[in-house]
């Protein structure tokens, strides 16, 4: 199994869906958990941490589920500004991180 | 808060040269910094840990001397790909911890012709 997994997609979704993404994880031990969201050609840009108890912000919404060990990301009312590709990363140490692949979400008029 | 620069944006080099990378963190101290590299349509791939005042960590794979890592200060960790080769020609990304959360610079595109 590998470390950090993800569906690479592509999610198309029109304007308004909601869509989510799951990102399944290897290591039982980890406690650091985040969504960036990378853009083509540029650098990743952190979305959100992802607590235990799950975390919203705004149309975002982040959860955590440590028996599954699993992170999900919620994306409501989905904007055409939301396509890009959704990274997901896990600890490994104190601040090391390891990436998933991305999912990429394109969202249409 | 939290903001990484990254220079230069792009480099354009013959094979052999050398380039050197800067990775800032500037409105935050770092005591680790990490370089990532990113190849098209390829995920993430770490490269190495960067710790100021000690030797980097490079991962598995990775020619610690042909990617020279110096960590000099709280705020700047240098790459430097020696004697670049077309292979090389990538998407490098730096990133600062703080926190436990990491922030990354902008990228530096790499073209060895």
Redesign the interface.
């Known amino acids: 199994r590998k470390e950090v997994e993800q569906d690479p997609g592509p999610f198309n979704v029109p304007e308004g869906a909601t869509v989510a993404f799951n990102c399944t994880y290897s290591n039982s031990a980890s406690q ?1 958990f ?1 969504w ?1 969201r990378q853009d083509c ?6 979305l959100m ?1 992802v607590y235990s108890s799950g975390n919203e912000d705004g149309r975002f919404t982040a959860q955590l589920n440590r028996a599954s060990q699993y992170i999900s990301l919620l994306i409501r009312d989905s904007k055409l500004s939301d396509s890009a590709t959704y ?1 997901c ?1 896990v ?1 490994r140490g ?9 999912t990429m979400l394109l969202v249409s008029p | 808060g939290a903001v990484v620069s990254q220079h230069p944006s792009w480099v354009i080099c013959k094979s052999g040269t050398s380039v050197k990378i800067e990775c800032r963190s500037l409105d935050f101290q770092a005591t ?1 910094m ?1 370089w990532y590299r990113q190849f098209p349509k ?3 791939m ?1 490269m190495a ?1 960067s710790n100021e005042g000690s030797k980097a960590t490079y991962e598995q794979g990775v020619e610690k001397d042909k990617f020279l890592i110096n960590h000099a200060s709280l705020t700047l960790s240098t790459l430097t790909v020696t004697s670049a080769h077309p292979e090389d020609s990538s ?1 490098y ?1 730096c990133s600062a ?1 703080t926190m ?8 530096t595109r790499l073209l060895v012709l």
Do not use: H, V
């Not at chain 1, 104190?94 to 991305?102: A, C, D, I």
């Not at chain 2, 436990?100 to 990228?107: I, L, N, R, S």
């Open positions: 650091s985040f960036y050609r540029k650098e990743p840009k952190l941490s990274l990363a600890n104190y601040s090391t991180l390891t990436f998933g692949k991305g | 680790t990490f390829q995920s993430l770490l840990t998407f990304i911890a436990g959360t990491q922030y990354f610079g902008p990228g």
